[in-house]
Nanobody
């Protein structure tokens, strides 16, 4: 019954790269925006990047110039370069839809950046 599946997290040294992937199954219809959020220990969940079907993208200031979001109709990716220890968090995939229910979350994938 999992409808958003994330992969690609792991342990990497500072300055390294990871590519996160998220795939929505065929039971999610009318997907509009897809994106990534993250939550570090003791911190609130925060936006990382989003991408609409129309191609508009948004990035949180801390990741601008380092991360790149890309997507298909039911897939979203996050290329993370020049990783920093402060990027350490659980990263969650999100999909927003035009139908009800209107949003979906993945289970999260751990990204740990060592110094």
């Amino acid at each position: 019954q999992v409808q958003l599946v994330e992969s690609g997290g792991g342990l990497v040294q500072a300055g390294g790269s990871l590519r996160l992937s998220c795939v929505a199954n065929g039971r999610i219809f009318a997907i509009n925006a897809m994106g990534w959020y993250r939550q570090a220990p003791g911190k609130q969940r925060e936006l990382v990047a989003t991408a609409t079907t129309g191609g508009r993208t948004n990035y949180a200031d801390p990741v601008k110039g380092r991360f790149t979001i890309s997507r298909g109709a039911a897939q979203v990716y996050l290329q993370m370069n020049s990783l920093k220890p402060e990027d350490t968090a659980v990263y969650y995939c999100h999909a927003g839809t035009s139908n009800w229910p209107s949003n979906y979350w993945g289970q999260g994938t751990q990204v740990t950046v060592s110094s």
